[in-house]
């Protein structure tokens, strides 16, 4: 079967030699996170967000893997009609194999598998008895920085982004980046990718900059320039509970997110500090979100997006 029609959250799939790669970043992207900092370009060649899904009725099915890039270790989360069934953890499987998922549920199933978001993976020789694809009507730029991309979770389906993603519905491009921020330089512009909606993530990893609220705003335009007409949304900073940031700092240029910066662009905000409480056992060190506190992420954001007029 063609491998495309059941994969999401991907800019590309590349075949070479039989197995297929997931490109979340385009070419001239890649090579300029490179040359800022080789930690970048790692990040970009990662599967955050990367989802096989389908129908069938099925009760097997397999594929090889290749890990191409490992960062930490993660899992393989597989979900039956919504809901966890297994698990495969990169710490327990080599660098090249075979992963076999049995026993599926009898009957017509709707299945997604998660990879990784914090390794790199190829897949091939994908094997199942029946394979329905299935529809997302919406396609959704996401970009932001290592809370986006997953960090602090360590299990694919816990990721705030892929918990929303299972309750809206969305086809999501995960283009989270660990330790990025607002670059005004950075092309956003995507060859051949035409997404319905778009949503910024950034500016945790700025706030002390002396320049933050004019880089801010810059990178802001170029979403506006880049994609003319699309509905965009800008969720500013979370709080933060660790000693590495400037509270003041912080808290200013959220405000500034939220509201003088946002009626001049006309972009729809949304305040980081509504999404998750001020709970600090809700994140994993103080900074990024922990499984539970990814879940109330997820929750709100759908709550809120549904409450928005002229999405």
């Given at each position: 079967m063609d491998l495309q029609e059941i994969v999401f959250g991907v800019y590309r799939i590349r075949e070479e030699d039989g197995w297929f790669y997931f490109d979340r970043f385009n070419e001239k992207q890649k090579e300029y996170l490179r040359e800022i900092d080789e930690s970048?370009?790692?990040?970009?060649?990662?599967?955050?967000?990367?989802?096989?899904?389908?129908?069938?009725?099925?009760?097997?099915?397999?594929?090889?893997?290749?890990?191409?890039?490992?960062?930490?270790?993660?899992?393989?989360?597989?979900?039956?009609?919504?809901?966890?069934?297994?698990?495969?953890?990169?710490?327990?499987?080599?660098?090249?194999?075979t992963i076999s998922f049995e026993g599926l549920p009898e009957g017509e199933k709707r299945i997604a598998l998660f990879l990784p978001f914090d390794t790199g993976v190829a897949i091939s020789d994908f094997s199942c008895g029946d394979v329905r694809p299935i529809k997302k009507n919406t396609k959704v730029l996401w970009v932001g920085d290592s809370i986006t991309q997953g960090y602090g979770v360590y299990q694919s389906g816990d990721t705030y982004l892929n918990r929303f993603q299972r309750l809206s519905g969305f086809d999501i491009l995960n283009q989270g980046l660990a330790g990025y921020y607002c670059d005004p330089f950075f092309d956003l512009k995507l060859g051949g990718y035409d997404p319905d909606i778009i949503v910024l993530s950034e500016g945790t990893n700025q706030h002390r900059s002396k320049t933050a609220f004019e880089e801010v705003k810059k990178t802001i335009e170029g979403f506006q320039r880049d994609y003319p007409r699309k509905p965009l949304f800008v969720l500013s900073p979370l709080r933060r509970f660790d000693k590495d940031f400037d509270a003041q700092k912080l808290d200013a240029l959220r405000e500034y997110m939220n509201k003088d910066l946002s009626k001049e662009l006309g972009y729809h905000p949304i305040d980081g500090c509504s999404l998750l409480s001020a709970d600090p056992s809700l994140y994993f060190d103080l900074l990024h979100p922990n499984s539970e506190g990814a879940k109330e992420i997820a929750r709100n954001l759908k709550t809120q997006l549904d409450e928005m007029p002229n999405k």
């Open positions: 970048f370009y790692r990040h970009a060649l990662l599967s955050s967000g990367v989802t096989l899904e389908f129908k069938s009725t099925s009760e097997k099915f397999s594929f090889a893997y290749r890990f191409v890039m490992k960062e930490s270790k993660d899992s393989f989360d597989l979900y039956i009609d919504g809901k966890r069934l297994d698990q495969r953890f990169v710490s327990l499987l080599k660098d090249e194999g």
